[in-house]
Each structure stands twice: as structure tokens, then as C-alpha cells.
């Protein structure tokens, strides 16, 4: 049921649904002929389930949002595509899929996609153990993989490197903690970590006694102060801006090196020029959604879009392979984008653009 933008009586009218939903249900239960039938419903049920709920006399109630609609992972968004999820990234909210594309960035071979991705919206680190997985099948494993920030984490960095050696490039997000963010105060990196010894020691030479490894956590450590430590504090205000004491979380000791040596290369020139090859994968996303209109699904469900989005990338290649003449070794830099053309126009420096160090 599909209620316009301004609906009259729009409560009375969802519960009529329900209550009509329900009572298809109950009839197809008892007069279904055969199994069939009754799995022909499932989906009807099931959007039934998440979208009402029994009051205390047993009539349907519309879920509100006080009245628990399940997680958006489970929840239907469609009765065309049961696959869909709700999906939200910055300002841009909308139900389908996620398309996640990798391609080579060798300096003299032309850029061609080797591996695409259809999921269900989740956090872009779950897409990478597949991705790995699938360019191992094919024999693709790159040495190094550039990544956009948000495919990464200290934990895929060491896993990456366990399982199949290839070093991941790419910033590890930041701390979100005040301190980080303002720069000011006491940071996580002023404490002195003894993993030895399972003690921190607090920049006023405060040591903790407690240190929880709890399940709920995990991979997190935490190890809190007491308040007859931080209470009397003259620093305390630099510390905590809760009533309780200082806490630190931080990963265990194999991760936490990870992490502290990640950051360290980050401010390192080498580095950035070599994760500036990644700068201007943006265009291939673009390509696809401006060129092929990836954005639009075809198909109904997962695995079909799925096929779309595979067909669209074996297009593009032959595309990108076919305007490469084959005699021809010559170096050709990918195109500048319109806002790399307008900052040229424009004087501005542009050190760290695509390919720009050859
Ligand atoms: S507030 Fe507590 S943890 Fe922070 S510096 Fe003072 S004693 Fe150390």
C-alpha cells in the first residue's frame, strides 16, 4: 500500500491494510490446496510481521518508530524486491544495493575493472575479504590495493596481509575522540600502554589497575582510572569532561602497532604520492552511473542486479581496451576531471593528482 505524500487518516488506513493483509493470510492458511500457495504468501507475511504489531487486544497496530521495526539489515523495503535495504551515506538515503568497483592503476596500462561487487548496504569493509577472495580465484592479487578510507580498518590491514600478502593503502580512520578532534588535551597517545604488564600509565604518571578485555568490545581493551586517581587531578578538565573517570579503549598490542605505523606513513610523502594514484577512481564510478546508469537496477533481487553490474563493467573494458591503440606504448595519463580542468584554468597547484608524479 502506498500512501501519497498527505494522506487523510493515514493510521486508519495502514491498519486497514494490516487487518486486510491478515486476513488474506488466514484465509490462504486454511483453503490454500497445497504448499505452494502458502510460500506465495511468505513475503506478505513477513512485510506483515515488520510493519504491525498485535496491541493487547489482539487488533493490528502500524509499527511506529517507538514500536520497534526490526534493524534496517532485515527490514523489506519493497514487496517487487525482498533483497533491497535501506541505505544511507552522508546526505544520500536510498533503498537497493551497493556497487563497490576495483580496477588496476599500472602507469602504463590502461585502467581495467577486475573485480564488482553487489551487496546489500552494509559498511564497505565487508565487501573486502570478497573482493580478496575472487581476485585470488583469478589470479589478480595485487601487491598493494589502494583503498577509499572507508573500506578500511586496522583489523582488515593485518588480515589482508596474513592471509593473502598484499598491503593495504589507504588512511585508517581517525580518532573520534574530543581531544583528537580539537587538538587539545589528552589523547589516547599520551598514555604509555604496557601490554606486558596490562597497565596504562596516564600523562600525571597515574597507573590503572584495571584492564577489561570484555566479549561485547572486542577487538577493544579498556582500562580505567579510579576517581581517587582523577578526582584530586589538576589536569583532569584536559582528560575527561564526564563525572567519571578517565577510561582508554585501544586495540590489543599486534593491532595496536598496526594502527600507530599506519598513521606514522600516512605523513609521509612516499605514501601520499602513492596513494594519490587512487585519485580520480571517482571517474569509473562516475563512468558507470553517468555512462551506464548503474545506479538504475534492471532487475529485480541481488544476484540479477548483480549480473547487471558485471555486464556493465566487461562493457566498459572492452570500451576502455578498444580506444587503446595496441602499437601504441606511449604514457596516457587519465583524463583531468572538470574540477581538475577548472583548478588548472585557475593556476592552482594540483601535486598529488593522478599519475601527476611520472
Ligand atoms: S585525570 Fe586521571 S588519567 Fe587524566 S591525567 Fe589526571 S590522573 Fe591521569
Not at 74 to 89: G, V
Not at 203 to 212: E, F, G, K, L
Not at 244 to 253: C, D, I
Request: glycine share 6%.
Amino acid at each position: 500500500m502506498r500512501l501519497c505524500s498527505q494522506p487523510s487518516h493515514p493510521i486508519s488506513r495502514l491498519t486497514q491494510a494490516g487487518n486486510d493483509a491478515h486476513a488474506l493470510l488466514t484465509a490462504v492458511a486454511a483453503h490454500a490446496p497445497n504448499r505452494t500457495a502458502v510460500s506465495a504468501c511468505e513475503s506478505l507475511r513477513q512485510i506483515l510481521v515488520q510493519q504491525f504489531v498485535p496491541d493487547t487486544r489482539g487488533r493490528l497496530r502500524p509499527r511506529t518508530d517507538k514500536g520497534g521495526f526490526p534493524p534496517g539489515s532485515l527490514q523489506i523495503r519493497s514487496p517487487y524486491d525482498l533483497d533491497t535495504r535501506f541505505a544511507i551515506r552522508g546526505n544520500t538515503r536510498w533503498s537497493g544495493y551497493l556497487l563497490h568497483v576495483t580496477e588496476t592503476c599500472d602507469a602504463n596500462d590502461p585502467n581495467v575493472i577486475t573485480d564488482v561487487a553487489t551487496t546489500a548496504p552494509t559498511r564497505d569493509t565487508a565487501a573486502v575479504p570478497g573482493i580478496h577472495t575472487r581476485l585470488g580465484r583469478r589470479h589478480l592479487l595485487p601487491t598493494e590495493h589502494l583503498l577509499d578510507g572507508g573500506y578500511l580498518s586496522v583489523a582488515l590491514l593485518e588480515q589482508a596481509e596474513r592471509e593473502y600478502g598484499i598491503a593495504l593503502v589507504g588512511p585508517v580512520k581517525a580518532s573520534g575522540q574530543w581531544q583528537h578532534k580539537e587538538q587539545t588535551g589528552f589523547a589516547r597517545d599520551d598514555f604509555t600502554i604496557d601490554f606486558a604488564n596490562r597497565q596504562v600509565t596516564c600523562p600525571r604518571d597515574q597507573v590503572t589497575t584495571s584492564w577489561v578485555q570484555a566479549p561485547a568490545m572486542a577487538p577493544y581493551i579498556a582500562a580505567h582510572f579510579r576517581p581517587h586517581q582523577c578526582d584530586p587531578c589538576p589536569a583532569r578538565s584536559l582528560c575527561t569532561r564526564g563525572r567519571a573517570a578517565r577510561s582508554v579503549y585501544f586495540l590489543p598490542q599486534h593491532l595496536h602497532e598496526l594502527q600507530a605505523r599506519n598513521r606514522a606513513q600516512q605523513q609521509d610523502p612516499s605514501w601520499r604520492k602513492l596513494y594519490a594514484l587512487r585519485s580520480g577512481a571517482e571517474g569509473t564510478i562516475a563512468e558507470l552511473t553517468l555512462g551506464h546508469r548503474a545506479r538504475r537496477c534492471r532487475y529485480h533481487g541481488l544476484a540479477k542486479t548483480h549480473v547487471q553490474h558485471i555486464l556493465t563493467a566487461i562493457a566498459v573494458n572492452i570500451q576502455r581496451l578498444a580506444e587503446q591503440d595496441p602499437w601504441d606504448t606511449a604514457y596516457r595519463p587519465r583524463r583531468p576531471t572538470a574540477f581538475q580542468q577548472y583548478l588548472e584554468s585557475h593556476g592552482f597547484s594540483r601535486p598529488l593528482w593522478w599519475r601527476q608524479g611520472k
